[in-house]
């Protein structure tokens, strides 16, 4: 299968551009908010790197999906987080510095992870084993995706805060917008490939994002996390970076296997639609208890 000139080339440079805007709401204070106060970033880490693997294992082996989709499903597993979640978490009102502190932190950790993982995998649902070596380029093109354009905006708010204030709510808006857009067009292209995907392993991809959105979330909560921190950590667990998972799975070089980049393929469609429901769900909450504490 090879993946849409959509999803591997105008996905990445418009989330670059939205990334530029998210960095307009941070200063180096977030940050070193996250490093003084590290709990709520071991605990995502916990719920990425440990606890999600072992679900997706469960949902693979309960939905009995075949050995190549559960080892694609795996695959999307061991991926970290993808960019798109700092956006989610941005419209969610979440903790974006700490998104983005768990983006750059797995995205090193899955250098050694995803191999495990997915190896494990292999052995265990296909019988064989193959090597899956480190994927540096992919890693620099996640931090090239999100920190680059972040500190850019970064650097505009130090400058000019007032000018990064008034910006903050059309960038939400814009960047709403155009994911809607790039989402669109991407099922537009593909939508004769996702009617036999969805047929194939949609109710595990489903299940499998909601059950990484609920433990992203709940895990936090029952921690005492603080809930903006919550919302943030959801947003990462919840949305892996399918597009990592679709190169590994479909590079000659790799698996070489089409049918393990499926699950990826259907996750990223269906998580733009859970995240935002679960954004916007939140984000009302938010603000009703805001107005409620608030005085008259």
Not at 22 to 28: A, D, F, H, T
Not at 37 to 63: E, H, K, N, S
Not at 166 to 173: E, N, Q, T
Not at 274 to 287: K, S
Request: proline share 5%; charged share 10%.
């Amino acid at each position: 299968m090879q993946t849409s000139v959509i999803t591997e080339v105008f996905l990445p440079i418009a989330l670059g551009v939205i990334m530029l805007g998210l960095g307009l709401s941070l200063s180096l204070a977030d940050f070193r908010r996250v490093a003084q106060f590290p709990r709520a970033a071991l605990v995502g880490l916990g719920c990425q790197t440990l606890l999600m693997p072992v679900v997706c294992y469960g949902i693979a082996v309960g939905f009995g999906l075949p050995p190549q989709l559960a080892v694609g499903l795996m695959l999307l597993a061991a991926s970290p987080g993808g960019a798109t979640a700092n956006l989610f978490s941005h419209l969610a009102k979440g903790d974006v510095a700490l998104n983005v502190s768990l983006t750059a932190v797995n995205s090193v950790l899955s250098l050694f992870t995803l191999p495990l993982i997915v190896n494990f995998s292999l052995l265990h649902f296909m019988g064989e084993e193959r090597a899956i070596p480190l994927q540096f380029a992919k890693i620099v093109q996640v931090f090239g995706i999100v920190l680059v354009p972040i500190s850019l905006g970064m650097w505009v708010r130090a400058k000019w805060p007032a000018l990064a204030d008034r910006l903050d709510r059309p960038v939400r808006i814009m960047s709403a917008l155009f994911l809607v857009l790039v989402v669109a067009a991407a099922i537009i292209k593909e939508r004769a490939q996702l009617v036999t995907y969805f047929q194939s392993v949609g109710l595990a991809a489903l299940a499998f994002n909601l059950a990484s959105m609920a433990v992203g979330f709940v895990v936090p909560m029952l921690l005492r996390i603080e809930r903006k921190q919550a919302v943030a950590i959801a947003m990462e667990v919840g949305i892996h970076n399918g597009t990592l998972a679709i190169a590994i799975a479909s590079s000659p070089r790799l698996l070489n296997d089409g049918v393990m980049a499926i699950p990826a393929a259907i996750y990223s469609v269906i998580m733009f639609f859970t995240a935002g429901v679960f954004g916007a769900l939140v984000a009302r909450r938010q603000a009703a208890s805001v107005a409620a504490v608030s005085p008259r």
